[in-house]
């Protein structure tokens, strides 16, 4: 089964084209216009094993809002439909990483029900030019859009670059882990018979 995606997306505000492989090795090939991002997206495929194709351009001139969102939303599609019907996948994920002064948590569920619970005290110094606030605004649409419950706790940090690089790789981690296919597993790992 070729667990491998791909999401269009065209607003009057964006253009987002996303190809996502499950079962990779880490490969990524990522052009958003937001080169922070960009290196968030290359942490996220090559600490996940995903292989990860993003194009993305979007009204950035007015505020990098609306593409950060719109690749959220793609990514989340992505998963969810390279997914498929979730059969033998372990469904929970989970991993603590740490990044230099920096540790952080990610929990995953892939339960059909989107859900963030996000805790990170980034303070509002820019990463670059990258507003940093917007790291919730992708998880949230990432979550809205896959159907996955996914919580996100910053235990401690100071820095703004190496907090959110530890989130993008725990957040990897730990989504990895939730869609390795277990051979015990048949159909879903649900009581319900659904996922």
């Keep these: 089964m070729s667990r491998v995606a791909k999401i269009d997306r065209k607003t009057s505000e964006t253009e987002v084209s996303i190809q996502l492989g499950l079962d990779g090795s880490g490969k990524a ?38 593409l950060v969102e719109d690749l959220g ?51 509002d110094a820019k990463i670059g030019a990258f507003d940093p606030a917007l790291i919730k605004e992708f998880f949230k649409s990432f979550s809205d859009h896959s159907g996955i419950t996914l919580h996100i706790n910053v235990h401690y940090g100071d820095n703004n670059h190496h907090i959110s ?21 048949e159909g879903v790992l649900s009581t319900k018979g659904s996922l």
Excluded at 91 to 100: I, K, S, T
Aim: with cysteine; net charge neutral.
């Design 29 to 66: 090939d990522v052009v958003t216009t937001i080169p922070f991002l960009d290196h968030m997206l290359h942490l996220f495929a090559r600490h996940g094993f995903f292989d990860l194709s993003v194009q993305g351009r979007g009204d950035t001139s007015v505020d990098d809002h609306h």
């Design 73 to 123: 939303i793609c990514l989340g599609a992505a998963v969810k439909k390279a997914l498929g019907g979730k059969q033998g996948i372990a469904r929970y994920g989970a991993a603590l990483v740490p990044m230099d002064e920096t540790l952080c948590s990610a929990a995953i569920d892939i339960s059909g029900r989107p859900y963030l619970i996000y805790h990170a005290a980034l303070s």
């Design 165 to 185: 690089e530890a989130m993008f790789k725990a957040f990897a981690r730990a989504l990895h882990q939730a869609v390795t296919l277990h051979g015990r597993i």
